[in-house]
């Protein structure tokens, strides 16, 4: 395969001396045309993310910043000449003392440094004051304390530009969430050095520019569109838009699906890989007849509504990068997993999962800003779990506080799980930070990710304002033109296949290249263990996720630098200040988000306004999806009385791991036995890699391969040993839903609850009815209760200030298992 030059894109960059773009450095976010004005000069951002108002660049040198210094700035005025000023009669004179001060002579008593010509300047000052009338003495005196109250009150509740950008705060910050981390313009540099370093090792190690592109940006369901070039062309077609946030629903209209061909895949150069002929067959990778989401099947309205979908689902993931790299408060940049053994990265060594490969690759971007990776594998395996009840325990499973969300349930789904996947979605935004949801599958057909379901593309054209994407291995790797059906056809390799070495281009991981140990080397080099990925198949979904991360934060760097530049607090951009703006019902967020659309107050000086707008109004910040549930989209898969609620599920899970803080608490345990699967080393573990590390006989290897996942219950067999009870989170009740699911196995709920008859089960100490339960939402789990009585006519359960659940054995008899605890 021949490689390419890691060069990386040429960037544009601003001309301070005639606020241009010159060809040379610029940003991933352009600046366009504006009007002319006589004070200031055009904002430059897309329309979709410009400020409200300019602010000069200041004319005095930053001391402590030589960069913000360039050839326009004026330079400091000369020191007076002999024979000008207030002691023009003395003859020069230099002062030696450490201040070093240069300039005319003073009188004797002005010298002595610093201290000493303030006192003298303090005691003409005086002179000079005593002979002013009284009137005039008191009118300066009435003007001096309103220009020092005034100056307090700006230091206490603007940081400045130029403070921000040397890395310093101002004044008493913490009132508007402004105290603590503090992104430097150095450390904006260095972290756009490892950022594009990243992105140039991903372009030579897949064979250049054009196939890293194809392979981990152009192969998911959507299409990124993380070129400059594409993001400008979208922002232009929005330019004349009067509103950034487009909350029609009908995505492809009501009648979806009715103008799609007849599964003629051509199509242009963007998306030729889908052109391929695949083969049919049990050894070959399927492919899909019709993609629905391709532009040759779709209509004119349909295409630019696509464009429309694309630009959403780039601003989301600028906005996720920039806030985490802003937030003063925030030390960690964090990626939750959810998913099966997939998840989980069985049949292999932990430390070769996806996720521990995309910690290691993606660490070094967000190091220089101050920030730790941590990618929390939530995957859980062998205790009967499914996407249907794991979505439910969301706020549990991973940290409340997760920057964007993964969900993997590729063998689980049967070419289903929208209904989880979009309740997954919208419980997400109702996280503090609103994360993005992407989709990891481990298999793909060979023309297209998901893009064959017609649900699933509708899933991701309502739900692109919030990120959601979906990505696809051998989709991935077919679409970096590998002719794996030749190879099948005509040489009987099947790289697909089980225990199948090599993906056609590399023949181990980048970190398998340096393995002295040959079993292991050629260990880290299998695509995919039987139906789990291996290593080299992990590392194509690491590698997908790392290179649209790396861009992501590139473009939100190119927008931060320029506020820098314009010697604006980029924070302002990103974050409300208002006490009342932060707070999480109101706002949607951890600290607050700022209305797209935001009428302008005169209070508040830190929006800024258009320079060229006549009305008074703001311009947009940036395009932000709605804030409340009530302005999300209709639900297409998912209960509304269950996935339109104003907070995720509340959850407690006894399987391991869980990252998050539990929702219900237990009241009293008796002598019910909480207990967890004492897995060893080995547990998930593939046998070759069992047996090279057993060779090894490494303790810290077996630390690395040891998986998180395990079993867990609280438990108990005979009445002795008490009633369970648990205290619901009543505050967060909104529906009246309680589920409780059973380990372990598939089926456990129904005879481990609804046929038990030694079991009874109280909400606030009234025995429910078995009757009107049901087997929900899979097969371990059973649904006590379906909702309050003001939202189902056939429950008599009211909402109370305090909820009380409980579970007694009546007598001895077959154990309960109890894995979860679900309620909302």
């Not at 220009?147 to 230091?155: T, V």
């Not at 939750?336 to 932990?350: I, P, Q, R």
């Not at 009633?723 to 009740?733: G, H, R, V």
Request: proline fraction near 6%.
């Amino acid at each position: 395969m021949g490689t390419t030059s890691s060069k990386s894109p040429q960037r544009k960059s601003v001309d301070n001396d005639h606020n241009t773009m010159s060809p040379t450095s610029a940003g991933i976010f352009p600046l366009p045309p504006s009007k002319p004005s006589s004070s200031t000069s055009s904002s430059s951002l897309p329309s979709s993310m410009r400020r409200r108002r300019e602010v000069e660049m200041p004319t005095k040198p930053y001391r402590d910043d030589p960069s913000r210094c360039d050839e326009s700035t004026p330079e400091p005025p000369p020191p007076e000449e002999e024979g000008e000023g207030l002691y023009s009669f003395l003859p020069p004179h230099r002062n030696d003392d450490t201040d070093g001060y240069i300039g005319p002579a003073v009188p004797p008593y002005r010298s002595g440094g610093l201290r000493g010509r303030l006192r003298a300047d303090l005691a003409i000052c005086t002179a000079a004051f005593s002979q002013l009338s009284k009137t005039t003495r008191a009118a300066a005196l009435l003007m001096a304390c309103g220009l020092i109250s005034y100056g307090a009150h700006r230091l206490v509740e603007t940081p400045t530009a130029a403070n921000f950008v040397s890395g310093l705060t101002v004044g008493r910050e913490k009132d508007f969430g402004y105290e603590g981390r503090v992104l430097t313009k150095a450390q904006l540099k260095d972290t756009q050095r490892a950022a594009r370093k990243l992105v140039d090792l991903l372009h030579h190690y897949y064979g250049g520019e054009t196939e890293a592109k194809n392979m981990l940006m152009r192969s998911w369901q959507e299409e990124w569109k993380l070129d400059l070039n594409e993001y400008l062309e979208s922002e232009e077609e929005d330019a004349d838009e009067t509103a950034v946030w487009d909350d029609d629903d009908d995505d492809f209209g009501d009648n979806f699906g009715d103008n799609f061909g007849d599964g003629d895949d051509s199509n242009g150069d963007s998306h030729r890989h889908r052109d391929k002929h695949r083969h049919l067959g049990n050894k070959y990778v399927k492919q899909a007849k019709v993609i629905h989401n391709h532009p040759d099947n779709l209509t004119p309205d349909q295409i630019q509504q696509q464009k429309h979908h694309s630009k959403q689902r780039t601003t989301k993931l600028i906005t996720t990068m920039a806030r985490a790299l802003l937030n003063p408060h925030q030390d960690y940049f964090k990626i939750g997993t959810l998913g099966s053994s997939v998840t989980a990265g069985h049949e292999n060594c932990h430390y070769d999962s996806y996720q521990s490969q995309l910690e290691r690759t993606l660490s070094p971007v967000f190091q220089p800003a101050g920030l730790t990776l941590s990618v929390q594998n939530a995957g859980e395996a062998g205790c009967g779990d499914s996407h249907e009840n794991q979505v439910f325990c969301l706020a549990h499973n991973l940290s409340p506080d997760v920057d964007i969300l993964h969900y993997s349930w590729t063998y689980s789904e049967h070419g289903g799980g929208q209904n989880a996947r979009e309740s997954l979605i919208r419980w997400g935004q109702q996280l503090p930070r609103r994360p993005m949801v992407h989709q990891l599958v481990a298999r793909g057909m060979s023309n297209t990710c998901e893009g064959n379901s017609k649900d699933n593309v509708m899933l991701n054209n309502a739900y692109a304002a919030y990120g959601y994407n979906a990505f696809c291995i051998q989709t991935g790797l077919y679409f970096g033109g590998y002719d794996y059906d030749r190879e099948i056809e005509k040489e009987g390799i099947n790289r697909f296949g089980r225990q199948q070495v090599g993906d056609g281009y590399h023949e181990t991981t980048r970190y398998g290249e340096s393995e002295e140990d040959e079993a292991r080397k050629k260990s880290l080099g299998i695509v995919f263990r039987n139906w789990h990925p291996g290593p080299l198949g992990f590392q194509m979904a690491s590698d997908a996720f790392a290179y649209v991360y790396g861009m992501g934060v590139l473009m939100a760097l190119d927008l931060i630098e320029k506020d820098m530049n314009a010697g604006l607090d980029p924070r302002d951009r990103w974050f409300v200040k208002s006490t009342a703006d932060r707070d999480l019902q109101s706002a949607g967020g951890e600290y607050g988000e700022i209305d797209p659309i935001a009428s302008f107050d005169t209070g508040d000086q830190n929006r800024l306004r258009n320079p060229n707008s006549t009305l008074g109004h703001l311009e947009p910040q940036l395009s932000l999806p709605p804030q409340t549930v009530d302005d999300m989209p209709e639900p297409l898969f998912c209960n509304p009385l269950y996935c339109s609620i104003p907070h995720p599920p509340s959850c407690l899970n006894y399987e391991n791991p869980t990252f998050g803080v539990p929702g219900p608490t237990v009241r009293n345990q008796n002598s019910w036995t909480i207990s967890h699967d004492d897995n060893d080393w080995t547990f998930g573990v593939g046998a070759s890699d069992i047996a090279i590390f057993k060779r090894r006989n490494d303790d810290e290897w077996f630390k690395k391969c040891s998986h998180l996942d395990a079993c867990g219950t609280i438990a108990a067999s005979d009445s002795s040993q008490g009633e369970l009870i648990f205290e619901l989170p009543a505050s967060n009740m909104t529906t009246g839903l309680i589920i409780v699911c059973g380990c372990c196995g598939n089926n456990v709920g129904e005879t481990m609850f609804l046929k038990n008859e030694n079991l009874e089960i109280k909400l606030n100490r009234k025995v429910l009815n078995k009757s009107k339960m049901d087997v929900y939402p899979n097969e371990k789990c059973v649904r006590l209760v379906k909702a309050f009585k003001e939202f189902d006519k056939s429950s008599d359960i009211s909402k109370e200030d305090e909820m009380l659940m409980s579970f007694h054995l009546k007598k001895n008899a077959n154990e309960v298992k109890i894995s979860h605890l679900i309620f909302l």
